[in-house]
């Protein structure tokens, strides 16, 4: 597989017409906006190049719109619009194609999410066909290993898990929390079904590519796609046969110190395929 490093992403971006850039890691670190990354979403509006976000957060865009400009202060005229994992989970939830009965795993900040699912939320986990899962209940104390039990009662009684944020973790500022995903993982390991909607699976690439090309007639090869986790940003950017540089300086920033090390990750999780990777140590 070649690498190849690039200075200044800015520049790379320039003979593209839309940019789909994720947001977690690469724009912010859930506590601040990254000074680079709202200097590259200027650079881009000033080009005339648009940029969309996509995010495995478990989340309605209207909800993460309002949180960047309110708590982290970014005009959200740099952007044209959010893909979260949230909607698109709601959009095949509401499908009904999981049962009518949920029950809703996840913290109560989540709960703006509940509001877009039209199929009936149980208290309990007996009377439900299905667990939406958005994440931990607390994820600043609780790892997935607290829920060991909880998982094995699922299982007993044969639930399927709706995963709506994919990612096993981020990390909020310098600490490292767990995520909706990791919990995903657990149940897999230990037998359990589990459904994911986000990054890197195809409904939300699938939907995010039909929407860009109906709305601006582009095709893919105009579409430059951005991100900091090989196993959501570049395995789903990949999948679809989207160009894509990879933030170094992200979610595995505490994984690669050289570019062996970088190699390495990539031939582990992308597909044997794939004859070269783009990267960047961070979004400038």
């Not at 940019?19 to 690469?26: A, F, K, P, Q, R």
């Not at 309990?124 to 209940?137: D, P, Q």
């Not at 970088?262 to 794939?274: F, G, K, Q, T």
């Amino acid at each position: 597989m070649e690498i190849y490093e690039i200075d200044n992403v800015t520049e790379y971006s320039l003979s593209y017409k839309i940019i789909l850039c994720d947001l977690w890691g690469v724009i912010h670190n859930g506590v601040k906006l990254f000074d680079d990354a709202e200097s590259y979403l200027k650079n881009m509006k000033q080009n005339g190049i648009d940029v969309y976000l996509i995010s495995n957060a478990p989340r309605p865009e209207e909800v993460v719109s309002k949180g960047l400009k309110n708590k982290l202060n970014l005009n959200n005229d740099l952007f044209k619009k959010i893909y979260t994992s949230g909607d698109i989970g709601t959009k095949y939830i509401n499908s009904k194609i999981h049962g009518e009965t949920y029950f809703h795993l996840g913290p109560e900040k989540d709960h703006d999410l509940l509001e877009n699912i039209k199929i009936h939320k149980s208290q309990e986990i007996n009377r439900s066909e299905f667990v939406v899962c958005t994440g931990l209940y607390d994820d600043n104390k609780e790892s997935p290993e607290d829920y060991r039990d909880f998982l094995s009662s699922l299982l007993i009684n044969n639930k399927e898990m709706v995963c709506v944020n994919p990612d096993e973790i981020v990390y909020r500022d310098s600490k490292r929390i767990y995520c909706a995903g990791a919990l995903g993982k657990s149940y897999e390991k230990m037998g359990g079904k589990v459904t994911y909607y986000g990054k890197p699976h195809p409904e939300i690439y699938n939907h995010v590519i039909s929407d860009l090309l109906d709305k601006t007639k582009a095709s893919k090869k105009d579409i430059l796609a951005i991100g900091d986790s090989m196993k959501t940003d570049c395995l789903g950017a990949c999948q679809s046969n989207l160009d894509f540089v990879f933030i170094k300086n992200g979610i595995h920033k505490n994984e690669i110190s050289n570019k062996d090390d970088l190699i390495a990750l990539s031939e582990a999780i992308l597909p044997r395929s794939l004859e070269s990777i783009t990267y960047s140590e961070e979004l400038k």
